[in-house]
T-cell receptor
Framework: GEDVEQSLFLSVREGDSSVINCTYT??????LYWYKQEPGAGLQLLTY?????DMKQDQRLTVLLNKKDKHLSLRIADTQTGDSAIYFC???????????FGSGTKLNVKP | EADIYQTPRYLVIGTGKKITLECSQT?????MYWYQQDPGMELHLIHY???????EKGDLSSESTVSRIRTEHFPLTLESARPSHTSQYLC???????????FGNGTRLTVT
């Protein structure tokens, strides 16, 4: 099946930018998503990008998509301690019914 | 804000008990999903449904079963719980082709 990979941990200082990276294998992916999970909660949709876009910006969040390299990144500007969470990258499979998730990146923001 | 609800939030039960985890959504979504999440974070799809009376097994084998008698309701049942079933269970739903997954807050199950 489709494979989505992320690094497991990222540690940054408050006020710095965070960049979380993701690679995927399905070249026919239509949508790619970023979710945030806080302790004890479900996954919250942060943002998504359609596969024919290169970039999407939403306040402090910037998503970059390199479709040729099948690489997706999430940049969080001015990272705050409240951004500490697990971030999941996900792609919607070509059959539109299945979603494939990375293993999650745990972001730790130090004050 | 997505309207998808899971109950209970936490459940501690003894081995051998039968349990049902509830999931309901008010968005009229056709597609619903159950994920099992390890303490190590990774999500595993265990069941999904494309509509009423449609259920499929996911990528991770599970001893649980599901039913979809109504669009809004997708309960998951364990006939005989075991300690290996201890995990967090996340329910999700999705609508039209370009609709993202919306998640409930999860049920954290502990089997003693």
């Amino acid at each position: 099946g489709e494979d989505v990979e992320q690094s497991l941990f990222l540690s940054v200082r408050e006020g710095d930018s965070s960049v979380i990276n993701c690679t995927y294998t399905d070249s026919s992916s239509t949508y790619l998503y970023w979710y945030k999970q806080e302790p004890g909660a479900g996954l919250q949709l942060l943002t998504y990008i359609f596969s024919n876009m290169d970039m999407k910006q939403d306040q402090r969040l910037t998503v970059l998509l390199n479709k040729k390299d099948k690489h997706l990144s999430l940049r969080i500007a001015d990272t705050q301690t409240g951004d500490s969470a697990i971030y999941f990258c996900a792609e919607r499979g070509s059959n539109f019914n299945k979603f494939y998730f990375g293993s999650g990146t745990k972001l730790n923001v130090k004050p | 804000e997505a309207d998808i609800y899971q109950t209970p939030r936490y459940l501690v039960i003894g081995t051998g008990k039968k349990i049902t985890l509830e999931c309901s959504q008010t968005m009229g979504h056709d597609k619903m999903y159950w994920y099992q999440q390890d303490p190590g974070m990774e999500l595993h799809l265990i069941h999904y449904s494309y509509g009423v009376n449609s259920t499929e097994k996911g990528d991770l084998s599970s001893e649980s079963t599901v039913s979809r008698i109504r669009t809004e309701h997708f309960p998951l049942t364990l006939e005989s719980a075991r300690p290996s079933h201890t995990s967090q269970y996340l329910c999700a739903s999705s609508g039209a082709l370009n609709s993202p997954l919306h998640f409930g807050n999860g049920t954290r199950l502990t089997v003693t």
